[in-house]
């Protein structure tokens, strides 16, 4: 069973950091894509970084220079280093995993840039 596990959000300040990260288990991050998305109130969920299984990553033009996906292959886990957070950052983060077999999905963590 394909389990994705998502932590690490919180509330913080603008102009603040969090670093998200996705704990899986039943699927290998190393040999899949993997991507965060972003569902900010009231939005339909949007890519904000992936990476493709042979290392290729990409960014939404939003978060460029300011957020950093990374994979531990090790510990099959994948990570997001987000700093210099806007109010528009605001919104549930999911993790997936996107495998020959299907998509899955974390459950999502709140994450709240707020003064």
């Known amino acids: 069973q394909v389990q994705l596990l998502e932590s690490g959000g919180g509330l913080v300040q603008p102009g603040g950091s969090l670093r998200l990260s996705c704990a899986a288990s039943g699927v290998e991050v190393c040999d899949n894509d993997v991507g965060w998305y972003l569902q900010a109130p009231g939005k339909e969920r949007d890519l904000v970084s992936g990476v493709a299984r042979d290392g290729y990553l990409n960014y939404a033009d939003s978060v460029k220079g300011r957020f950093a996906l990374s994979r531990d292959n090790a510990k099959n886990m994948a990570y997001l280093q987000m700093n210099s957070l806007t109010t528009d950052d605001t919104g549930v983060y999911y993790c997936?995993?996107?495998?020959?077999?299907?998509?899955?999905w974390g459950q999502g963590t709140q994450v709240t840039v707020s003064s």
């Open positions: 997936a995993v996107h495998a020959l077999e299907g998509d899955y």
